[in-house]
């Protein structure tokens, strides 16, 4: 664990014996694949992460980008990870072998990043996006657009962002403006201005591909009067070659609180004679192009959220080992020896909170990467819409829940530290720092509570909500058959009983045609269905360690101990304030909705 | 409002209706005073903080002290505004008229400090420490030290530190090594090194005088003995005049997430000869002696805290009224105008959380700085023991509740902003850093909770816990007499009822000699017990909001309204957790306690 990026314990347990990833490689897609090739790639990544990523994680928060003469200048151990990652062909983990891939599942893909992400979120970004942006000209572009700029970006050598935020829309994307004007060949210009665009302009690959949102001439207003545009910085000929500057002008580079090394971007679009752009996927069609890769992209969300809080946990962890201070309590005698912080009751139990965020949180993301691949490769229809329809319920909660708790975790990482937590000397304050931007970005808490409660829960007349809860109540079956679970089945029961009195309160509601009023607590309603949901997988997670316990794993006893006790803990600790909020959300509520402005 | 520093309304409503601060003037110590001289007082320091501190909070956290040949550099706005402030006479704002004080109430004293900590927490920072010294000298010095070193500090001559931490010594004082060697002339030569020392370098003033904790040749291990020592930087002749340089070396700075202004110092004490200390007060009672001004200094935390949570707050606020976005949820004609922010229920819930919070914790800092003022001066004996009594068992809640949950509030006035908060264009983001350090200095919640749980509950026989409640049950039984209060009245009921099952259990643990079990879970009784004395506070405010409203007070309809019904929020979302926690140390919980090192 000398990485303080993962437990490995705990990264071999989630993904080959809670999530069991192995049983993905009986789809077709996988077949070349083993537990080998797939422990390969994550030990590719984790030394990639330990070695390259992490010595410069502190540097680029004190030397963020800068803009100078138009350009972005940055600490050149960035372009050095970057081109190590490039090399590993890591940044293709998931796409088909033909196109240079290596057709790994979601999960191990997922982590692959995930664990660049705990080791320096600010330079994994610029790949991040990369990935997703070549991602989405996979799904949704012609293969004129696919060869010529996703390739190239699977490769390394083009870098991608995502461009939808404008300065006067923010999160309400229908009101953005950026226009683009067919030209007589088929392409666009286009011309608005961006705002917050990650990555939106350095010198660390040969080309930057924009993904851009826009609308048409003929455009309905609102959000569906939205398309999608491929915008490159450099202009690619017909034989892949590099052409003149596009008219994108970078304006100047937003600075944040954390996540300093990614830099944060204006960028204006069609400064002079516009911005030579091309239409992905179908005119006005744009919004939906983009969420197609929204479930995947807020996993990486969660999953970021999540290895902050990780590598936060295990600083404090390794930190609360090694320093001694203070006594137990009772230990009257001031000569002794003070013994170290992990001792004292109090500690331990932030070390538990934190153990039940991250590895909560990443039980989570995982268990949404293995619902992608389910999506797209099960055998039957009925299985692929089954699991898009989970993946679809669960994603509002996988982007949240961990951009929450695991900045929480963070928080009592800083704690844990004490004095020395707070100084620039020690990294917990960074990862603070950084967590903070994920409840904000790629939707906020307060969107993701309307798409959960407004749309999710009751999709497809509430089945994929009745099939999530079916399969917790199979959950709770099988851990009433086990002594050391039933206390944590009983807890876990009550909040999901009390939540579907809450669900069913708020239905009705929206039956009435109260929609404001039902979903005026929409984000408490978020976060309390958030826990439920943990509590299941640490449900899940118990039950699976006591599989271990019984001779059926590869872990240690104490590391399966643990997990069973951190079940307990999650249950008797955490699960119990759900029953509060489901008990306002079951009575609607309304009292935030009715406090008017002249009272505050 | 313009300031964003406080709601006018809100101080005025709560110095003069909830707390009634003219009851004190009473008091023979202040019977020159009127309402009209505290408002005096309290405009100015406000006018200070507005024009003086708040201009250039955003610089010194920008442009942190920096460490240049041996010297501490700054910006020059720091010494500006302290200048200013020394001019007022507000830094001898508590101080006797024949100091040159201001003799003035502490509720006002100590709200003149908060607005200064509101509008700039770094500048303010040196001001702080300087009246916390002096006021350390006036209670524990002799006369020669009160005039040659308070009085120079009341006027603003010569600034104060605190010295209490040592690099391996931390929370656990009586481990602390620094050293002091008696000389044959009385004073002593002090030898050892103290870090976290804020203000310990600075060229804002003449002189720093430095209150050091340290050990007699003689002492006895442990807390028992530590001795105060005053030790000037630049030694001071008898008739006042400025000697030589002491040998207190200043050994680097500590750079820290939050609170950037304000420097922190590494301090070296003899590193040649020694460096000249003088007793305060006697051999091995220093403890003690600091903790005879802890109370205060807690209170001046808990209202740091309160101050940055509620200028995020006003800054959210404005933001909510002022930034158009989106549209509400129904309205799906996109061609309609976007609305602000405000109209949406969730930014309503989150700033009313923040004025929950923030509000509520300025009701409990000056119900602590009014205990202040009748341990000190109310008519009788009895009356001043059952102040001091009281005032005991709230400071550790009053130091951390705040530090908690104006924290928290800091965070959703960042999510009030989205991704603006995130950025350094905001101010708000450096709120919540500077923020941060407040539930660590000063004693973490760790601490608190042990004082609050182990020592003050159980004080004088649960003589002030039970004093505690049965005011509490006052309150409730005059809330009861108004139909629009009984609910909340009601809910604090179940949750006081709740949380004095949980002493009982504990007190009983304690007893039985099981110690380390009974305070395993201090820190969660030290939030759910602050939860319940600031929901008695919000339903004190709510008692007099509907006086207000019933034509008996100074402030707006809409503003008592507004107090009415955060009552009611308070009590419906935030009181209930309390219930589930309460049960949790009922049982006595040992989760975390028995979970083993090997287990993480």
Redesign the interface.
Same mark, same amino acid.
């Given at each position: 664990m000398q990485q303080k990026i993962i437990n490995p314990q705990d990264l071999a347990f989630q993904l080959f014996e809670l999530h069991d990833v192995e049983r993905v490689l009986g789809f077709d897609r996988y077949a070349d694949h083993s537990r080998e090739t797939l422990q390969a790639a994550l030990d590719l990544a984790l030394k990639v992460a330990a070695e390259e990523f992490a010595p410069h994680a502190r540097l680029v928060d004190e030397e963020e980008p800068r803009f100078e003469q138009g350009r972005v200048v940055m600490r050149p151990e960035v372009k050095r990870a970057l081109d190590v990652l490039r090399d590993t062909g890591l940044m293709a983990a998931s796409q088909d072998y033909e196109r240079g891939g290596m057709q790994l599942p979601a999960a191990v893909a997922q982590m692959c990043v995930g664990l660049l992400k705990g080791a320096n979120v600010g330079t994994q970004g610029y790949a991040g996006l990369t990935i997703a942006a070549a991602n989405l000209i996979m799904v949704q572009g012609s293969e004129a657009q696919q060869q010529r700029y996703a390739e190239p970006m699977m490769a390394g050598r083009f870098f991608g962002t995502m461009c939808l935020?404008e300065p006067q829309? +923010? *999160? %309400?994307l +229908?009101?953005l403006r950026t226009r683009a004007e067919p030209q007589a060949d088929g392409s666009y210009r286009l011309f608005g201005s961006k !705002?917050?665009i990650s990555g939106g302009d350095h010198e660390l690959s040969d080309n930057i591909i924009h993904m851009v949102l826009a609308r048409l001439p003929d455009a309905p207003?609102?959000? $569906?009067g939205i398309s999608l545009f491929l915008v490159p910085k450099f202009l690619v000929t017909e034989d892949g070659r590099l052409g003149e500057r596009n008219d994108v002008a970078l304006a100047g580079l937003?600075? $944040?609180?954390?996540y300093r090394g990614t830099t %944060?971007t204006m960028l204006n679009f069609g400064e002079r004679d516009g911005a030579v752009g091309y239409l992905v996927g179908e005119p006005h069609q744009g919004l939906a192009a983009m969420f197609h890769m929204m479930n995947e992209a807020r996993i990486g969300v969660g999953l970021g959220s999540v290895m902050l809080g990780y590598t936060g946990y295990l600083h404090a962890?390794d930190y609360a080992?090694e320093?001694r201070?203070?006594?137990?309590?009772?230990e009257k005698?001031? =000569?002794t020896a003070?013994v170290p912080l !992990?001792r004292? =009751?109090?500690?331990?139990?932030m &070390? &538990?909170a934190q $153990?039940a965020y991250v590895e909560g949180g990443l039980a989570l993301c995982l268990e949404g990467a293995m619902l992608v691949d389910e999506k797209k490769h099960a055998a039957t229809d009925a299985e692929r819409r089954q699991a898009a329809g989970l993946l679809d319920l669960l994603t509002p909660v996988i982007k949240s829940w961990p951009s929450r708790y695991c900045l929480e975790a963070n *928080?009592l990482a800083?704690?844990v530290h004490?004095?020395y +937590? /707070?100084?620039? #000397?020690y990294p917990v304050?960074q990862f /603070?720092?950084d967590n903070? @931007?994920n409840? !904000?970005?790629e939707g906020?808490?307060?969107i993701q509570? &309307?798409d959960l409660l407004?749309r999710k829960v009751s999709m497809a007349g509430g089945e994929h909500y009745h099939e999530l809860m079916r399969r917790m109540e199979a959950s709770l079956a099988e851990a009433r058959q086990h002594a050391r679970l039933t206390g944590s089945a009983d807890r876990l029961d009550v909040a999901m009983r009390a939540m579907a009195a809450a669900t069913d309160a708020i239905n009705g509601e929206k039956q009435r045609g109260n929609? #404001?009023k039902a @979903? =005026?607590?929409?984000? @408490?309603y978020l976060d309390a269905f958030g826990h439920v949901v943990v509590g299941w997988l640490w449900l899940r997670q118990a039950l699976r360690a006591l599989s271990g316990l019984a001779g059926k794993g590869e872990q240690t006893p104490?590391?399966y101990?643990?997990k069973v006790?951190v079940c307990?803990?999650f249950t008797? /600790?955490e699960l119990?304030?759900v029953? *509060?909020t489901a #008990? &306002?959300l079951q009575a609607v509520?309304t009292?935030? @909705?009715?406090?008017v402005? #002249?009272?505050?």
């Amino acid at each position: 664990m000398q990485q303080k990026i993962i437990n490995p314990q705990d990264l071999a347990f989630q993904l080959f014996e809670l999530h069991d990833v192995e049983r993905v490689l009986g789809f077709d897609r996988y077949a070349d694949h083993s537990r080998e090739t797939l422990q390969a790639a994550l030990d590719l990544a984790l030394k990639v992460a330990a070695e390259e990523f992490a010595p410069h994680a502190r540097l680029v928060d004190e030397e963020e980008p800068r803009f100078e003469q138009g350009r972005v200048v940055m600490r050149p151990e960035v372009k050095r990870a970057l081109d190590v990652l490039r090399d590993t062909g890591l940044m293709a983990a998931s796409q088909d072998y033909e196109r240079g891939g290596m057709q790994l599942p979601a999960a191990v893909a997922q982590m692959c990043v995930g664990l660049l992400k705990g080791a320096n979120v600010g330079t994994q970004g610029y790949a991040g996006l990369t990935i997703a942006a070549a991602n989405l000209i996979m799904v949704q572009g012609s293969e004129a657009q696919q060869q010529r700029y996703a390739e190239p970006m699977m490769a390394g050598r083009f870098f991608g962002t995502m461009c939808l935020t404008e300065p006067q829309a +923010g *999160s %309400s994307l +229908g009101d953005l403006r950026t226009r683009a004007e067919p030209q007589a060949d088929g392409s666009y210009r286009l011309f608005g201005s961006k !705002i917050y665009i990650s990555g939106g302009d350095h010198e660390l690959s040969d080309n930057i591909i924009h993904m851009v949102l826009a609308r048409l001439p003929d455009a309905p207003p609102g959000v $569906k009067g939205i398309s999608l545009f491929l915008v490159p910085k450099f202009l690619v000929t017909e034989d892949g070659r590099l052409g003149e500057r596009n008219d994108v002008a970078l304006a100047g580079l937003i600075h $944040k609180m954390g996540y300093r090394g990614t830099t %944060s971007t204006m960028l204006n679009f069609g400064e002079r004679d516009g911005a030579v752009g091309y239409l992905v996927g179908e005119p006005h069609q744009g919004l939906a192009a983009m969420f197609h890769m929204m479930n995947e992209a807020r996993i990486g969300v969660g999953l970021g959220s999540v290895m902050l809080g990780y590598t936060g946990y295990l600083h404090a962890l390794d930190y609360a080992r090694e320093r001694r201070q203070g006594r137990p309590v009772g230990e009257k005698d001031p =000569a002794t020896a003070q013994v170290p912080l !992990i001792r004292h =009751a109090d500690i331990r139990r932030m &070390l &538990l909170a934190q $153990k039940a965020y991250v590895e909560g949180g990443l039980a989570l993301c995982l268990e949404g990467a293995m619902l992608v691949d389910e999506k797209k490769h099960a055998a039957t229809d009925a299985e692929r819409r089954q699991a898009a329809g989970l993946l679809d319920l669960l994603t509002p909660v996988i982007k949240s829940w961990p951009s929450r708790y695991c900045l929480e975790a963070n *928080s009592l990482a800083i704690q844990v530290h004490g004095g020395y +937590g /707070y100084t620039r #000397e020690y990294p917990v304050e960074q990862f /603070y720092r950084d967590n903070r @931007l994920n409840p !904000i970005h790629e939707g906020t808490h307060g969107i993701q509570g &309307l798409d959960l409660l407004g749309r999710k829960v009751s999709m497809a007349g509430g089945e994929h909500y009745h099939e999530l809860m079916r399969r917790m109540e199979a959950s709770l079956a099988e851990a009433r058959q086990h002594a050391r679970l039933t206390g944590s089945a009983d807890r876990l029961d009550v909040a999901m009983r009390a939540m579907a009195a809450a669900t069913d309160a708020i239905n009705g509601e929206k039956q009435r045609g109260n929609t #404001e009023k039902a @979903l =005026a607590n929409a984000t @408490l309603y978020l976060d309390a269905f958030g826990h439920v949901v943990v509590g299941w997988l640490w449900l899940r997670q118990a039950l699976r360690a006591l599989s271990g316990l019984a001779g059926k794993g590869e872990q240690t006893p104490e590391f399966y101990e643990g997990k069973v006790r951190v079940c307990d803990y999650f249950t008797r /600790y955490e699960l119990p304030n759900v029953i *509060s909020t489901a #008990e &306002l959300l079951q009575a609607v509520d309304t009292t935030a @909705l009715d406090m008017v402005d #002249e009272q505050f």
